[in-house]
């Protein structure tokens, strides 16, 4: 189970490398840290976060083509940190992160009490 887990936070880090030219990534300076926008192929947001120099910083998102947010990260100078959500059809997956790793991992689905998503 933590290896899925791994291979989904793995791939989910990683930066969409075949871009159309109309789905190119939109990076905007803000302050010190730069905004990234990733886009799917049919143009809709696929995920958005930070970069502090050169390196993911903060809250990152990730959605499926259809606009549904589907996971929530955050880094710290490239660096996995903190609680990551993993949403999918029936369930909820809670990874907790120290030191760049996987901790813990909790699992909520449809018999637990619910958690929503923004």
Known sequence: MKKSILIF??????????QN?????????????VKATY???NGSIAQTGFYLDGKLHGEWKSYNEEGKKIAM?????????GKWF???EDS???VNYEDNRIAKVTTWNNSNS???VD
């Open 9 to 18: 936070a793995m791939l989910f880090s990683l930066v969409m490398v075949a």
């Open 21 to 33: 030219v109309e789905n190119k990534p939109k990076l905007e300076k803000e302050g010190e840290m």
């Open 39 to 41: 886009f799917h192929d």
């Open 73 to 81: 990260a955050e880094y710290n100078n490239g660096k996995k940190t």
């Open 86 to 88: 993993f949403w999918n």
């Open 92 to 94: 909820l997956k809670e």
């Open 114 to 116: 619910v958690v929503t």
